[in-house]
């Protein structure tokens, strides 16, 4: 027997060897595979984007870097928040970034007429 957890997946109980954990294996991989994240079936995400503009670098004496701080969108947090940084195309670039405020961050680069795009998600 096994325990049915908040979005569907199925939990084996301790010493469960009985005919349904292979089942319970499958039904959850397929669970996996076709959440949508929309809260009913999984966690529900949310995301959001903005644009940091290479026109608001900030020169960091003797470090040949550019920073810039950047305010997160409304209803995101620092401490909760996944933030990716990208190139216009999409490509991820693994950009420095530190906590400022709850809602503020600072972003550097070595490129000061790169302009990015970061992709929020809690």
Known sequence: MSKTLSYGYKKPENGDTGDSFFQDVVDNAT???DH?????????LVAG???ISSGSWSADAGNNTFSQNVTLPTGFAYDTT??????????KV?????????????VYTNDDT???VAVYTT
């Open 49 to 51: 984007t903005g644009t």
């Open 82 to 91: 996944t933030i990716d940084i990208r190139l216009a195309n999409g490509e």
């Open 31 to 33: 669970r996996l595979n």
């Open 94 to 106: 693994y950009a420095k970034i530190e906590k400022v405020s709850s809602t503020v961050y600072t």
């Open 36 to 44: 949508s994240h929309d809260g009913t079936d999984s966690a529900r």
């Open 114 to 116: 790169q302009s990015y």
